[in-house]
Structures are given as C-alpha cells and as structure tokens.
C-alpha cells in the first residue's frame, strides 16, 4: 500500500508542476515561462518525485512506464493495475486541485485555456494531424523507455539515473509540446482531460494508446541492445 501510495502523491506533483506551470506560469504577462519553462517543470517534478520516493515505489508516476518496466522484466504484473489505479488517481485529483486554483482568477475559462490538456488536429499547439501527433507520442515514449531502463540498469552509474530521466524528459517536452503538448503519460493527459471535458476526452484515447505502444517498443528495443547474454 506504501507503494501505491507513493506513486497516487509523485503522479499528483507531476501533474500539478507540470501541468500548473503550463496553465498558470506559461502565458503569464511579461513574466510568462514560456514551453521551454514547462518543459524543465515537467522534468523537474520527475527528477524531484525520483529522489524522494524512488526508493519506495520506483516512482514510475506513469501507466506507460509501468507498463514498459513490467514488459522489461523489471516489475511484477501482479502489482501493474494498482500502480496505473494509483497513478490515475493521483492525477485527477492534481488537476482538481489545479482547477479550483486557476478558476481563482476572474474570467479564467477551463475550456478555452485548454487547461493543458493533449491533443491534435485543431487542438495541437501546432496544428499536427492525428497521424503525426500518434507517430510523435510513441516515439518520445519508446526513448522514455529506453532512457528508464538504460539508466536504472545495474551496470549504469549509480545513483544519477534520476538526472537522466528528469533531462530526458525535459527534451521529450522541448520536442512535442508544439506537437501535442506532451503526454508520454496517460495518467497525466486524464488529470486534466476530464476537467476540459469535450474534446479533451473524446481525444483522450490516443494519449493512452500511443504511449502504451511506445512502451512496449521501448522494452522491446531494450532487450534486444541491453541483454547481457553475448551469445
């Protein structure tokens, strides 16, 4: 339970720093972060969350991570639904928190601001069709993966995989916010998702598949350059 608990609290930081600084700091007048702002956000609550409960759950804070962690032979699927329920969790309630802070301030509108939530089409940033916004996210999550499992291998230096999977997913934001807005996470999509309702939901299915998909490519690409077995 520890461990679901875990990871329900570093999935809500996710969301709330990452998220939060897309809807509450990105825009700001004069002082605004702009994406590149979001995107060391997003890797900071990772790095962070890595740190402080790594040691406990993992800190996966990702279905699709515990997903390509399970498919890499690194985490029992006796323990893969909870960890995605926990997750999930931990996401709708940093996006409700987000929410009642953002409706703070007079004339804020949930379904206008897009409250960073993923999409394409006409809800990409850019403008990207569903066909790139798909290729996109499973791409960044495959090497999301590969960065995961390469730098909590035991034959990697200790103690610094937090760093690189913090940075790694700070490049994974500076490539496809302008593509997506970055998922790589479905927790994280559905935190805020259901507060934007509409489309943001009825968009909501790519940003789990496509990370699935991504996950298990990840694994897969990983065993086939990682096994230690020479032969």
Known sequence: MKKYLAECFGTFWLVLGG???????????????????VALAFGLTVLTMAFAIGHISGCHLNPAVSVGLWLGGRFPASQLVPYIIAQVIGGIIAGGVLYVIATGQPGFDVAASGFA???????????YSLTA????????????????LGATDHRAPAGFAPIAIGLCLTLIHLISIPVTNTSVNPARSTGVALYVGDWATSQLWLFWVAPIIGAA??????????SEDES
């Open 133 to 148: 916004a798909l290729v996109c996210e499973i791409v960044m999550t495959m090497f999301f993966i590969i960065v995961i």
């Open 217 to 226: 490519l990840g694994a897969i690409a990983y065993k086939l350059i990682g």
């Open 117 to 127: 939530s993923n999409g394409y089409g006409a809800h990409s940033p850019g403008g």
């Open 19 to 37: 998220c939060g600084s897309a809807v509450l700091a990105a825009g700001f007048p004069d002082l605004g972060i702009a994406f590149a702002g």
